[in-house]
C-alpha cells in the first residue's frame, strides 16, 4: 500500500529509462489498484510487465470492494501477486481461498506470483518443510504449471531487515522445487521460483548464486528506483 498515481508516474518516469533495455531480466511491477490503469499507458512497449497485488475469486457479483479477474485482465495486467504473506497474515486467508484466487487468475487468462512461506514460530519450530508442504499441495490442487511462478517469502525475513542465508534460501528453495515434481514431473524445471524476504542490493548477488533461486520478490526496496535497479542490473552467474 504504498504510491498514489503520481507518485508511480513519478517513479516510472526515472525508473523506466534505467531498465528498458534490460532484456535479459524478466520484469513485473505491481502497483496498487488505483495506479493501474496509468502505469499500463507508462509501460507500454517498454517490456516491462504490469502486475496487480491481489484479486478475488469471483468474476462479478455482490462483492463489494473486491476486484476480479476479468477486471484485472482488462486494466493490462499480465500477472497477479497470489497468497502475499501479508494477505495470509492481516487478512487471513487460506490455503483454500489462496487456491481458488489461482485458479480464478488463470482461468481469466493471468499469470500467477503464488507466494509461500513459514513464519518465525514455524521456523524455530522446525515446520519450515511442513508448512511449505501444506501450502503447495492444498493451495496448488487442481492448477497447472503454465503461467505459474512461486515465490519463497521466509515471513520471518519480511519488513524485519533479517534475510534468510544463501544456505536457508537454497534449502528452502530445493524442497519447494522437489514439491512441485511431485505435481507436475519434469515442468517442475521450467517453473521460476523468486525469493522474497528483505531483498536488497548487498544480499542480491549471495542469493542469487544459490541454484534453486530464479529471482526475487521485491518488497521495500523497491519503492526506490536507485536500490530497485540497482537489483534488477546485478549479474547472475551459475
Avoid at 484479486?55 to 470492494?65: I, L, N, P, R, S
Wanted: hydrophobic content about 40%; proline content about 3%.
Amino acid at each position: 500500500m504504498n504510491k498514489s498515481i503520481s507518485e508511480t508516474m513519478e517513479f516510472l518516469v526515472s525508473f523506466i529509462p534505467e531498465v528498458k533495455e534490460k532484456n535479459d531480466v524478466d520484469i513485473a511491477i505491481a502497483p496498487p489498484f488505483t495506479s493501474l490503469a496509468a502505469a499500463r499507458q507508462m509501460l507500454k512497449d517498454t517490456g516491462i510487465l504490469l502486475a496487480a497485488q491481489d484479486v478475488y475469486f469471483e468474476d462479478k457479483g455482490a462483492y463489494t470492494g473486491e476486484i476480479s479477474p476479468p477486471m484485472l485482465a482488462d486494466a493490462g495486467c499480465k500477472y497477479v501477486i497470489i497468497g502475499h504473506s501479508e494477505r495470509r497474515q492481516y487478512f487471513h486467508e487460506t490455503d483454500d481461498i489462496v487456491n481458488k484466487k489461482i485458479g480464478a487468475a488463470k482461468k481469466a487468462g493471468l499469470g500467477v506470483i503464488a507466494c509461500i512461506g513459514e513464519s518465525l514460530d514455524e521456523r524455530e519450530g522446525g515446520k519450515t518443510f511442513a508448512v511449505l508442504q501444506r501450502q503447495i499441495s492444498r493451495g496448488f490442487e487442481g492448477i497447472d504449471h503454465s503461467s505459474m511462478v512461486v515465490a519463497y517469502e521466509p515471513v520471518w525475513a519480511i519488513g524485519t531487515g533479517k534475510t534468510a542465508t544463501p544456505g536457508q534460501a537454497q534449502e528452502a528453495h530445493a524442497y519447494i522445487r522437489e514439491r512441485l515434481r511431485i505435481l507436475y514431473g519434469n515442468k517442475a524445471e521450467e517453473l521460476c521460483i523468486l525469493y522474497g524476504g528483505s531483498v536488497t542490493p548487498d544480499n542480491v548477488d549471495s542469493l542469487m548464486a544459490c541454484r534453486d533461486v530464479d529471482g526475487a520478490l521485491v518488497g521495500g526496496a523497491s519503492l526506490k528506483v536507485e536500490s530497485f535497479v540497482k537489483i534488477i542490473k546485478f549479474r547472475k552467474e551459475k
